[in-house]
């Protein structure tokens, strides 16, 4: 199964929110959805589940229209965290609520899996501590069967152990079952080791979308020294992250064999790799070099 999200635009109180948002999920792939606080990664979630009416775009799984065949709709999960309707039911009502939008569903399955994670099943899970309503989440959106499962920062607020937990469990389902899912996350140290591939939003656009695999062959983060200075032909050829004094750190999306060679014919004083994060490439695509303090 594919997911494809085609042009989406929400408009909210007269302001663009997100527009001409387009991006497939594959069977069984992990996307990440990044961008700063309040770019819309939420309201482009609410967007594609049918929560909010779109202004623009379709969202289409095996090129079927969402909002035209309703039965889809078990193909997709996505709770908002901020308005979470089920926190005032146990886990034991809410797998049968549940159990009725998603018909795959197996209650008895579920309910043994809360058991196990030592979560009690009556419950109310708005008395749950934010960790227990995290791995109760993912359970729950694991539990549904459904082909594509949203989640919004599913490791906000969770201690190591717990993160861990989710992410394996996260791990787990998307080798056994191969399910696809789509994470916002601003633990981008957590989301490097999951996604296959990054999807940057920024001024209510998609502006950059990455395999990681891809990235990890074509592009370096660069610590270099020159004589004189960073030489103008290489800071055009990547972007700068950081200067310390004469230490430039440049990151090169498209590091070739030409570029290779003409800053070994500049004679730098100082050339070492470093490793290349998520969190780098959100740097390079979302922060202004300006936004840099340059310590002199
Ligand atoms: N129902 C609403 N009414 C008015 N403004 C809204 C509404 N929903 C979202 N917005 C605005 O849309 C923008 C995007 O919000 P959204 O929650 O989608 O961002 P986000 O990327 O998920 O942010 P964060 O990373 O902080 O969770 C914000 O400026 C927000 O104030």
Request: no cysteine.
């Amino acid at each position: 199964m594919k997911l494809i999200v085609n042009e989406l635009k929400k408009v909210i109180n007269h302001r663009t929110i997100i527009e001409d948002v387009s991006f497939t999920v594959n069977h069984g792939e992990i996307v990440g959805v990044i961008g700063r606080n309040g770019v819309g990664k939420t309201t482009l979630f609410k967007a594609m589940t049918g929560i909010y009416l779109t202004d623009n775009g379709r969202v289409l799984i095996d090129n079927q229209d969402l909002t035209e065949d309703i039965a889809l709709k078990q193909e997709l999960f996505f709770v908002d965290p901020l308005n979470n309707f089920y926190i005032h039911y146990t886990p034991m009502e809410i797998a049968k609520m549940y159990a009725i939008t998603y018909p795959k569903m197996d209650v008895d399955q579920f309910l043994t899996e809360i058991t196990d994670h030592n979560l009690p099943l009556n419950q109310k899970v708005k008395y749950f501590s934010k960790g227990m309503q995290g791995l109760f989440n993912v359970l729950l959106a694991l539990a549904t069967q459904a082909q594509f499962v949203i989640l919004d920062e599913p490791f906000d607020g969770l201690d190591v152990l717990v993160r861990e937990n989710v992410k394996r469990l996260l791990i787990n389902a998307v080798q056994s079952k191969e399910i696809s899912l789509i994470i916002s996350s601003h633990n981008l140290a957590e989301l490097d080791t999951l996604v296959d591939r990054a999807i940057i939003l920024k001024d209510t656009k998609v502006v950059g979308e990455y395999s990681l695999e891809n990235l990890r062959e074509t592009a370096r983060k660069i610590q270099l020294v020159f004589k004189d200075g960073l030489p103008d032909e290489i800071k055009q050829a990547g972007t700068l992250v950081e200067a310390r004094g004469r230490v430039y750190v440049m990151i090169f999306e498209n590091y070739t064999r030409q570029l290779d060679e003409k800053i070994a014919n500049l004679a730098p004083l100082l050339y070492e790799e470093l490793p290349l994060s998520l969190e780098d490439l959100f740097r390079t695509q979302l922060v202004n070099e300006n936004d840099y303090i340059l310590e002199k």
